[in-house]
Each structure stands twice: as structure tokens, then as C-alpha cells.
């Protein structure tokens, strides 16, 4: 089906037409190239040159339109009905996509591993423990999944910068970094936390997520696109009681969540965080001994309203959400998936 220019047609279709993306540089030199003009694909000319940070006059936008004039596109009638379609066509599919996992030996990090490989992504796999990283390699390729793995400390600048190098040695790209490894705190009073025990989840919990965006960040930003993922707790927006360093690093990624998503958002990166309560993995099934050892168990915890707690296989579906293009006007948000913990 041939169509002439009009109104609805949109900056997507413009861009892939040689004649149109021709004119569009000789008249919008400053923004045709930018990420903002891929992220207003769906958007017509009219509605790009009414955005505030657009600043195009009426009569370079006149002049522009009437030089598109003159040019066919050639669409088809699936293209024309995709308002209507949108959502039914962008299926969670992550083809193609390079996707770095932290902490993907176990838990929410390995079940986030296995789907998105199975939906054809290539996964790079980051864990401090060798050998349960390895095992979820395994598990990846035992579903036809590709991917390798690096053991790394993600609170060392020196292993962050070697397995997003390597990323890019192999891949020659980043798409996703689901910034997933942590640690908790022992059960104990705020003033009986050491130092070392505060550096300690510090240093993983939150310079760990620090590191590893700020090394994929330069990479996305060369790239001129990217998807971050951190994960976050419900102690992101919440206290939990005598959990007051593990508490101080959750708000902490929220924190960095949020400043990276506002300074990168014209650049064609998203960044988001998810919040998970309590989650059956190793890390949490150390909790009721835990807290038995402490002589102590908070009368608030726990207080899963749904009455269990989440299986990984449930927070992998949320990330995989987030990691797809389904989720493209998503980014500074903090994704609470707790049960009705925090309710």
C-alpha cells in the first residue's frame, strides 16, 4: 500500500524512509540523530514540535511538512492499524538483547536468568559464588539459552570494569543490566552494628549497584540507548526493624535509581528498580534462625497480607517485564512486588 504524506504519519515511518530522513536532517539537524527521536517514533510532527523540550518553529515545521509532501511511503495495513494493536504486537521477547545478570547464582537472579535466555536473550552471568553461578549457566543452556559466566565482587571497581569489558569483547553491546546481587545484615539493634558489618552490606548492597551502573552507563551512553534494572526492597521506602544497615543500602539504590533515571532519560536510557518483600530464596531461608539467634523477632515480620512469600519465578516475570520494550515509558519508577507487605 502506498501512502503520501499526512498528518498521522509517523517519525518511525519517516525514519525509515530514505527520501523523508533526508529532509529531516537538512531541516532538524539538531534532533534527528538525538535518542528523543527514536523514543517519539509513535509520535506525528505535530505532537514532537508540541513537546517542551522540542523547540521547532511553525515555519521550519510548515516548511518541512510540504517538502515531505512530495514523497510515497510504502506501509501496509498492519503498520497504519498499530495504535489500535500496540500492545498485542510487542510481545516479552528479548531476541537478540545482551543482558548482564549480578547475582545470578541463586534466587531471584538465577529464575531471572533462565527466562530471559529462554526468551532468546544472550545472558551474561555475574556471581561471587563460582560455583552456583556456574550451575545457572548450566541451567541456561539446558533450556538452549546462550550466555557465559564471570565470577566477580561486585563491590571491586576492578571486577565490574572486567565483566561489563568482557560483555562488550564479546556482544560488542549491553542491552540490559539487571543490577541484582546482594547480601542481608544479621538481626541486631542499630547500636549494636559494627563498622565492618555496616561497610560490609555497604559495599555490596549499595556501591555495588553504584559500580556496575556507573561502568554500563558509559557504555549505554556511547550506545545511545540502554535498560537498567536494580534491585531494590521494600526497605527502599520502609524500615525494617533491626535491619538498619541493610535498610539504609535499599534506600540508597532507590536513590540511585531515581538520579540516574532523571539524568539519563533525553539520552534513550531507562532505569528502574524493583522491590521485592520476602522472597524464597537461601538468603531469606537463614532469616527465622537468624532471628531466633538474635533473641528477637520483631512482631511486624513477617507480614506477607498475601499470606506466603513470592517464589523467584514470580520477580523473574517482573524483570523480564522490565527488561522488554513492553515496559518503554517506564523509567524512575520503584516497582513494589511485596505481597501487600507494604500496604
Excluded: W
Amino acid at each position: 500500500m502506498t501512502l503520501v504524506y499526512n498528518e498521522n504519519i509517523k517519525i518511525g515511518q519517516l525514519l525509515e524512509n530514505e527520501e523523508a530522513y533526508k529532509i529531516l536532517t537538512r531541516y532538524l539537524p539538531e534532533y534527528v540523530n538525538e535518542p528523543l527521536f527514536k523514543m517519539a517514533s509513535n509520535f506525528t510532527l505535530n505532537q514532537l514540535s508540541a513537546l517542551p523540550q522540542v523547540n521547532i518553529s511553525s515555519n521550519v515545521l510548515d516548511s518541512l511538512k510540504l517538502d515531505l509532501s512530495t514523497i510515497s511511503f510504502e506501509t501496509n495495513t498492519a503498520i497504519t492499524k498499530n495504535e489500535v494493536s500496540n500492545s498485542e504486537s510487542r510481545p516479552l521477547t528479548h531476541a537478540g538483547k545482551v543482558i548482564i545478570i549480578t547475582g545470578a547464582g541463586s534466587g531471584i537472579g538465577r529464575a531471572s536468568s533462565i527466562k530471559l535466555a529462554a526468551r532468546g536473550g544472550k545472558v551474561v552471568l555475574v556471581d561471587f559464588n563460582e560455583k552456583s553461578g556456574r550451575e545457572t549457566l548450566d541451567l541456561v543452556k539446558s533450556f538452549g539459552g546462550e550466555g557465559f559466566f564471570v565470577q566477580a565482587d561486585v563491590s571491586k571497581s576492578v571486577d565490574v570494569k572486567y565483566y561489563v569489558q568482557k560483555t562488550v569483547d564479546t556482544y560488542g553491546k549491553i542491552d540490559v543490566l539487571f543490577n541484582n546481587a546482594g547480601i542481608m545484615q544479621r538481626f541486631q539493634r542499630f547500636q549494636d552494628i559494627s563498622e565492618e558489618e555496616f561497610s560490609r552490606v555497604i559495599d555490596v548492597n549499595l556501591k555495588g549497584i553504584f559500580l556496575g551502573m556507573k561502568y554500563v552507563l558509559q557504555v549505554m551512553d556511547r550506545q545511545g540507548y540502554g535498560n537498567i534494572i536494580n534491585t531494590a526492597s521494600t526497605t527502599a521506602i520502609r524500615a525494617e526493624h533491626s535491619l538498619a544497615s541493610y535498610t539504609a543500602s535499599k534506600h540508597g539504590v532507590a536513590g540511585l535509581t531515581k538520579a540516574a533515571a532523571i539524568e539519563y532519560v533525553r539520552k534513550g536510557i531507562r532505569v528502574n528498580a524493583i522491590c521485592p518483600g520476602g522472597v524464597a530464596t537461601s538468603m531469606t531461608a537463614a532469616v527465622p534462625q537468624e532471628l531466633e539467634e538474635s533473641g528477637y523477632k520483631p512482631e511486624e515480620f513477617p507480614n506477607m497480607r498475601i499470606g506466603r512469600f513470592a517464589e523467584p519465578e514470580e520477580l523473574a516475570e517482573i524483570v523480564a517485564f522490565l527488561a522488554s520494550d513492553a515496559s518503554s515509558y517506564m523509567t524512575g519508577s520503584i516497582v513494589l512486588a511485596d505481597g501487600g507487605l507494604t500496604l
